[in-house]
């Protein structure tokens, strides 16, 4: 039905909404690059919140979640930094050795598992890497007019990503504290009297996390918030190659090219089906499923929502099996 | 001359008064006009730039960084004026304050959230439909009788509101529409009420004024698990009892009125009931029920080579866009063949109604009902609009009906 509705000067996101060009690629510290990331058209990305994070679909199939660290007035571009990780799977590995400035990867999201909540004060810990959610938020706690401090530890000062702009900019409210100088972070000095008012978003490796959560136990509940990421449940890679999608109650089935979004596929297919955004981001396409793994890429669903694999967001998710059958 | 000034456009100006009765009226010639005169129209009469094109009220929508709504979205320069109410925290309110109310509120009305009152507002339809169709009276006015009471019905319950006073919602929300314009006799026609209204409703946004499993108080945990302060808890539901039903109220009756005056299009619902979710955006579409928001610039904004000074306010026009012909082939037909999708009825981007699938869900299930147990409806007599700043709204909507067989 729908199609000829469509006149050419309708703005269309398309597959273009998740698919991104490796604008620049920086060292930032020892064994961490910054990438930033823009639509090739230098539309506009999806808003994001402080604490937001994306997926990357790198060119080998692999996917791995990075905290957005730069500047979300910028609706142009995104800016993630990456910790090359020896002992991890070899997303890092592919960043940091074989991306290159120009490549497209994939975006999911962005999600945000670690909003910035209100509060009166803000004491931000942060471990090596784990700076990057941080980063915007200290910006916003800074244009709330909140009071704030951030604990940087790190193995080495080299290691610490943007630890001179934050020194540059914030002064005393920045203390740095590389391990091979201080040791390890004196969390009792600095949680040991739960203070009202105060929240304490805390980023970095498990076992800071476990330190924090036990020094801050006689906090009032809700004080501490954590980002832990964990590694994505899915076995099966996600699909570059065209795959089928099956309209259950109509009896159709539609092929999806890499190029074409499963909506406008769905679309094409005489399936009525509303949309808004078509930036994942408003809900209004959300379908269910019967059977097949959807590759979410929009940033609704939570965690257990995609996981249960029930429903998916047609402009933005595609399909990590060969075959995707939907309630349509 | 200089190089800048020599490149800049001066807008075209446009003397009307998109507020006068004429054109809440029929806003269509208006929105013809200044369409046709450019991207951007300079209103003489408010000093404000209008936007009438799909393409620029879209774009302006979306990019909150330029056109901000800290400063208010009617014709009030919050920077310069004072609100006649508190700010709302998620309508009147930019990054990063807007932030945590949007956040908990978003996922309160998200779509799996509300699955559990499909079942309960499709019961609630189908009771309210036959029940209506039991008094044996085939001509009724369908405003009253079905627009009207269906949201009053399921949406004050699922907020979680006690059974006294709902009937301030609606002369709430009208005032709070009206409140974007000018201070014209629409306006004024409310004086008298505001300060009893604002405290009946104030007063419902209590945490024990509400049931324990409605969305009022699913905000009211948010605010216990410190995602939102206790303060800002209460104007939060606020929001939900001033944006979340007079719109949807008006937007049923224009799908309403869409149905009863193109009967094809009824026999096309009555044939393919699913079609229920299209209809609706597509009337929404059609109708427009919030025809215009305003924004402020925060800069000196560019759009289609015309600077738009810092601090001026922009007046958007939905319902303009929405029948926009560069972006909609046949814009003015109401057409169950289209894909509606891309309408800004529910705005777009950052502030895009966050209660839009409450809306949809309410739509779906009253239309699905009529469409089961109705074969006709046509209008009975010439409906009367309600005149309202920002709202396309309705004073009745006489109809005749006849029962599915």
Known sequence: MVVQNLLPTAPRYSTSTVTLEVRSKDVVADGVVSLTLAHADGTRLPDWTPGSHIDLVLPNGATRQYSLCGDRWDPYSYRVAVLREPAGRGGSAYVHDTLTPGARVGVGGPRNHFPLAPADRYLFIAGGIGVTPLLPMIRQAELMGADWQLLYGGRTRTSMAFRDELTAAHGDRVTVAPQDECGLLDLGAWLSEPAAGTKVYCCGPGPLLAAVEDACAAWPPYSLRTERFTAAAHTEPVLRTPFEVELRRSGRTVTVSPDVSVLDALRQAGADLLSSCEQGTCGTCLTPVVAGTPDHRDSVLADHEREANDCMLPCVSRSRSGRLVLDL | ?405
Not at chain 2, 1 to 10: D, I, K, R
Not at chain 2, 344 to 366: K, T, Y
Request: proline content about 8%; hydrophobic content about 45%.
């Open chain 2, 1 to 405: 001359m200089p190089e800048a000034t020599a490149t800049a456009v001066l807008p075209p100006t446009s003397h009307a008064d998109p507020f006068a009765a004429e054109h809440l009226e029929h806003p269509e010639p208006l929105h013809h006009s200044l369409r046709e005169a450019g991207p951007v129209v300079r209103l003489s009469r408010y000093d404000v730039y209008a936007l009438a094109r799909h393409q620029e009220v879209h774009a302006a929508l979306v990019d909150w960084q330029s056109f901000q709504s800290g400063a208010g979205v009617g014709l009030a320069n919050f920077r310069h004026e004072k609100p006649w109410r508190p700010p709302s925290l998620l309508l009147e309110a930019d990054p990063p304050h807007h932030d945590a109310p949007r956040s908990v509120l978003r996922e309160i009305l998200a779509p799996p959230a509300l699955r559990r009152l499909r079942e309960t507002w499709q019961v609630a339809a189908e009771n309210l439909v036959d029940a209506l169709l039991a008094t044996g009276s085939m001509e009724f006015d369908a405003f009253d009788a079905l627009a009207k009471v269906f949201p009053l019905r399921v949406f004050p319950d699922a907020v979680g509101l006690g059974p006294d006073g709902r009937e301030n919602l609606l002369p709430y929300g009208n005032m709070a529409f009206n409140a974007f314009g000018p201070r014209n006799d629409l306006v004024a026609a409310d004086a008298h009420r505001v300060a009893k209204l604002s405290a009946w409703v104030n007063a419902q946004c209590a945490r024990e004024k509400l049931t324990q499993d409605g969305f009022g108080a699913r905000i009211w945990a948010a605010a216990d698990r410190g995602d939102l302060t206790h303060e800002q808890a209460p104007l939060v539901v606020r929001s939900l009892l001033t944006a979340g039903v007079d719109t949807t109220v008006h937007g049923l009756a224009a799908a309403l009125y869409a149905f009863a005056t193109h009967p094809d299009q009824w026999q096309r619902l009555r044939e393919r009931p699913e079609l229920a979710r299209v209809a609706f955006d597509e009337a929404v579409r059609w109708q427009s029920p919030v025809q215009t928001f305003f924004r402020t610039a925060t800069t000196d904004v560019t759009v289609a080579g015309t600077v738009i000074p810092q601090d001026s306010k922009i007046l958007m026009f939905l319902g303009a866009a929405n029948r926009d012909p560069a972006r909609w082939s046949d814009p003015d037909r109401f057409d169950l063949g289209r894909d509606p999708s891309g309408h800004v009825s529910f705005g777009m981007g950052l502030h895009q109604c966050v209660g839009q699938h409450v809306a949809r869900l309410e739509a779906e299930s009253l239309l699905t009902a009529l469409a089961r147990r109705v074969e006709r409806i046509e209008l009975a007599d010439e409906p009367r609009r309600h005149l309202n700043n920002t709202l396309r709204s309705w004073a009745s909507l006489p109809v005749r009906i006849r029962p599915a067989a």
